[in-house]
């Protein structure tokens, strides 16, 4: 992969050129990184309550009084829209004694009250009644104490979460993915697939996944036809916060599907062709030049189709992946008419489980929605589902990434894995696991 450029020496520059040939390239990603219950519990101080963490899409909760409750690791997190319009964030649990305080995962009240002691509590986390006021020698609770709060922003359609008080802006903690996503139309999406998987595996080891193509040829040889997956054609950028991007060209058959006895022109890239009335027959001997005949027809004809949007973007964002991951548990595929979202969350207690949340938005029809479950679904909102691994498909290109999860944890409790070989390609893997370390040192974004 290209290294990031810049005319600056920024901290991501100096770990690909120092940091990464001296520690990461052998032996640095140790496997009770993923395994070790201390590891897991110094990494949930240091790292998940010290950074911004996305929970929803604002849609979800038009209405006052609507609400969604996400857990993440040990935590359990309240997100109510209010009276005037805005969002806050609580952690669920009842002041009284510990309870937790909201059961149903989404839904709508005028206030919450707890099934233990019935204390009641506003949508903006005041104390609102308990039962026996007068039984409280020092005076009524109410007016007083108050739900513990977090800090909530909103970017792109979705919320997020921090609960470091003392942490920097969300905008100032995304850098410049703030401005990189303003011309995706993500408030505009349908949520047309929503996952919630139980992994047999760490959360961070199919985050690893989606920080590398090298594994695409194995993996995903079969969906290989839109995507170009060699390293040597695929560009990465690395920034000071600790996100990353890699832009893989789209639209055209890959270095290694052209190198295999299939047709060069496959079903899905002859059917997005034909979608931008494009006759696949005309490029049987050029397949290579597939990508840019639709960028030109994508910018020709998409205006007046509807994707306005398209206005505003480059060539490259018409066709290519633009696959974002926010540090430390999101991935984004950012494509022309949709987003696949990844989030992985840790199991409270466990090293050994996680939860991985897929969900597909789309804009409209695009050559990637036939990846996910919702092929041929339309634009109807998806209800989350729940699902153990393996109990369903993900979709065509998602299953290979999961598959492995089970077989590589297995290894990774081996006394016999020495921590790993990494590629050249694979700097930013390294990078993230970098920053992991970098807050278990304690550093905090914006702080010296």
Not at 280 to 304: I, M, V
Not at 305 to 318: F, I, N, V
Request: hydrophobic residues 35%; negative net charge; charged residues 25%.
């Amino acid at each position: 992969m290209n290294k990031p450029a810049g005319t600056h020496e920024s901290y991501a520059a100096r770990f690909v050129s120092e940091i990464f040939p001296e520690r990461y390239k052998r032996g640095a990603l140790h496997g009770e990184r993923y395994t070790s219950a201390d590891f897991f519990a110094r990494e949930w101080e240091n790292v998940w309550t010290k950074v911004w963490l996305v929970i929803a899409r604002t849609a979800e909760i038009p209405e006052a009084g609507d609400f969604v409750v996400e857990d993440i690791g040990p935590e359990s997190i309240l997100v109510v829209r209010q009276e005037d319009g805005g969002i806050r964030a609580f952690y669920n649990v009842c002041q009284h004694r510990g309870n937790r305080l909201v059961q149903p995962a989404e839904g709508s009240m005028p206030s919450f009250t707890c099934d233990y002691h019935s204390w009641t509590w506003g949508i903006d986390g005041s104390l609102v009644s308990v039962q026996d006021e007068g039984d409280f020698s020092e005076g009524s609770p109410c007016g007083t104490v108050r739900l513990e709060e977090m800090k909530c922003e909103v970017f792109a359609g979705f919320f997020f979460v921090n609960m470091d008080k003392d942490g920097i802006s969300l905008k100032d903690y995304l850098g410049p993915i703030w401005d990189r996503w303003q011309v995706y139309p993500v408030e505009n999406m349908t949520r047309v697939q929503a996952l919630t998987v139980s992994l047999p595996s760490n959360w961070k080891a199919l985050h690893d996944n989606f920080s590398e193509v090298y594994h695409f040829a194995t993996v995903h040889a079969p969906y290989l036809d839109y995507l170009e997956d060699d390293f040597r054609d695929i560009s990465c950028e690395i920034f000071d916060q600790g996100h990353t991007v890699m832009h893989m060209k789209g639209g055209l058959p890959s270095a290694h599907y052209l190198d295999s006895d299939l047709p060069p022109i496959s079903e899905q890239l002859g059917a997005e062709l034909r979608r931008w009335d494009l006759d696949p027959a005309d490029f049987t001997d050029r397949p290579t030049e597939t990508r840019l005949a639709l960028q030109r027809q994508k910018r020709t004809l998409g205006p007046a189709r509807g994707h306005t949007h398209y206005e505003k973007m480059s060539d490259s964002q018409l066709t290519d992946s633009h696959h974002y991951t926010i540090f430390p548990n999101f991935s984004a595929g950012m494509l022309a008419d949709g987003i696949l979202f990844h989030r992985l969350r840790p199991h409270a207690t466990d090293p050994n489980q996680s939860y991985y949340d897929v969900f597909y938005y789309a804009s409209g029809d695009d050559a990637f929605s036939s990846m996910s479950t919702a092929a041929g679904g339309g634009l109807a909102e998806a209800e989350r589902e729940y699902v153990a691994f393996g109990e369903k498909s993900l979709g065509a290109l998602l299953d290979g990434d999961v598959g492995t999860m089970a077989t590589q944890q297995k290894g990774l409790r081996s006394r016999g894995y020495r921590g790993g070989v990494l590629a050249d390609q694979e700097y930013r893997l390294a990078f993230y696991h970098h920053m992991i370390d970098r807050y278990m040192a304690g550093y905090r974004p914006g702080k010296p």
